[in-house]
Nanobody, 118 residues
Framework: QVQLMESGGGLVQAGGSLTLSCAAS????????MAWYRQAPGKQRELVAI???????NYRDSVKGRFTISRDNALNTVYLQMDSLKPEDTAVYYC????????????WGQGTQVTVSS
């Protein structure tokens, strides 16, 4: 069984920064793609950033230049550094990992609230 544990959410003023972390635990053989999604009230969950096992990253346009996704393969952990936060970044943020155990499944974290005040 694989579990993802997120941390780092909170309340911050516009222009501030937060760093989210998500660590996978369990019988893990390999972690493939790692990603962060977010869901604001009344809206669909959307992809924020993704990082492949080789380190290639991709971001949604609205966060490019402000957010940075990174990973530590030895710790099976993904990070999201969020700078220059805006009120429209307010949402519940979820990490997502494709994990081989050796069977390959996708897993979600429990979600962490990020609130940006204006």
């Amino acid at each position: 069984q694989v579990q993802l544990m997120e941390s780092g959410g909170g309340l911050v003023q516009a222009g501030g920064s937060l760093t989210l972390s998500c660590a996978a635990s369990g019988n893990i053989f390999n972690v493939n793609n790692m990603a962060w999604y977010r869901q604001a009230p009344g809206k669909q969950r959307e992809l924020v950033a993704i990082i492949t096992s080789g380190g290639t990253t991709n971001y949604r346009d609205s966060v490019k230049g402000r957010f940075t996704i990174s990973r530590d393969n030895a710790l099976n952990t993904v990070y999201l550094q969020m700078d220059s936060l805006k009120p429209e970044d307010t949402a519940v943020y979820y990490c997502h990992m494709v994990v081989t155990t050796p069977y390959t499944y996708a897993y979600w974290g429990q979600g962490t609230q990020v609130t940006v005040s204006s």
